[in-house]
Structures are given as C-alpha cells and as structure tokens.
C-alpha cells in the first residue's frame, strides 16, 4: 500500500486568496490609493498656481488669479471683524511645532483633506464655517503673500527686459514696441506696479 503525500499548507497557499474575494479588496485599496494620489497631485498644483509659485502661468491668468483672491480676501477681512481674537496668543515657535508634528503624521487620506479645505477656503468657499480666529488671520496673511507673488511674477518679464535694455543700450521689444528713452510709458507702468506693491 502506497501513503499518500499530504501538503502542508503555508501561509500563503493555505487559502486561496482570489476564492475568499482578498484579492479584489487589495485591487480595490489600491485603485483608491491611486486616484486618492492624483487628487493629491492635483490640488498641490492648483494650490502652487493659487498662491504664485507656478512658473507656467500666463498674464491673463495672473490678472484673473489677483482679482480672484482680492475678493476672497475681502470675504475673509470681512469674516475676521465677525469673530473675536483669543485671549492668549501662542508663540510662533509651538505653532511650527505643532503644524511639523501633525504633517509628519499625516496620511495620504487627511493631506488630501487639507488640501482639499486649504482650496475650498483660498476660493473663497467655507469661510463663514471658520470659528477660529487664529485660522482666519493665518488665511488672510496667506492670501496677502499669495497676491504679493502673483504680481512680483506679473512683474518680473517687464523688469527683465528693462534691465536688459538699460544695461547693453539694445534696443528690445514688449508687446511689439521697442524700449528707448521716448517709450516712458512703459517705465512708469513698471514704477506704479513696484509702488502697489
């Protein structure tokens, strides 16, 4: 009589992961990991053109980003005189503190959140629901440098050009005009445009 061979089963093989359904509960997790990521992707870059610091924005847009966040603004100027500042003002340093240690710990759900809010609030949406009045100087101070930014970049191809006309004495077009000593105009637009800063 001959004895069978018998398997032993290892952890792995024991079950067949595809038969119980565990296979598609992994696809599946991984599907949202995925699309979850491009959010995330998504809403940091909208965040960079929001707040200056994408180099591949046009003038147009620029205008339009800059009357976009003065409106905000003036929503959250509004909203700041509605609620009371606290009493005890925390020091700048366990604010970094705080603000370090909670983006260390921070998954990929609840960065995606506060991106999501940070947007939602930089377009002028949700402000009404901010209670604290720390929050809504932060958001104010935030949209202040993000329009800072913005017009330091609407700026800076008109300044280039500039200096690089005064400095080799070429002679350079903007917009199709040449820079010369008659072409005054031009200066005076970059001169206003320095001083609303």
């Keep these: 009589m001959k004895k069978k061979k018998t398997r032993v089963p290892c952890n792995f093989c024991e079950f067949s992961s ?3 359904g565990f296979d598609q509960s992994l696809q599946d997790q991984d599907k949202e990991e995925i699309v979850l990521r491009k959010q995330v992707m998504r809403l ?17 847009e620029l205008q339009e980003l800059t009357s ?13 005189n509605k609620i009371m500042p606290p009493d005890q003002v925390e020091s700048k340093q366990l604010k970094m503190e705080r603000e370090f240690e909670r983006r260390k710990s921070e998954s990929l759900q609840s960065e ?9 609030r930089m377009n002028g949406r949700g402000i009404e629901s901010m209670s604290c ?3 809504v100087v ?3 101070s935030q949209i202040t440098y993000a329009l800072m930014s913005l ?9 280039e050009q500039l200096c690089k006309a005064e400095l080799g004495k ?28």
């Design 112 to 120: 995606f959140e506060r991106l999501r809010i940070y947007n939602e």
């Design 170 to 197: 070429h002679v350079v077009k903007i917009y199709g005009k040449p820079i010369t000593d008659e072409n005054k105009e031009l200066r005076r637009s970059v001169r206003l445009a320095k001083k609303k800063e």
């Design 44 to 60: 940091r870059s909208l965040i960079r053109r929001m707040t200056g610091r994408d180099d591949d924005v046009s003038f147009t």
């Design 133 to 135: 009045y720390h929050d």
């Design 151 to 159: 017009s330091e970049q609407m700026t800076r191809p008109l300044e």
């Design 138 to 140: 932060q958001l104010d």
């Design 68 to 80: 976009h966040l003065e409106n905000v603004q003036r929503i959250v100027e509004d909203h700041m």
């Design 18 to 20: 595809s038969r119980y």
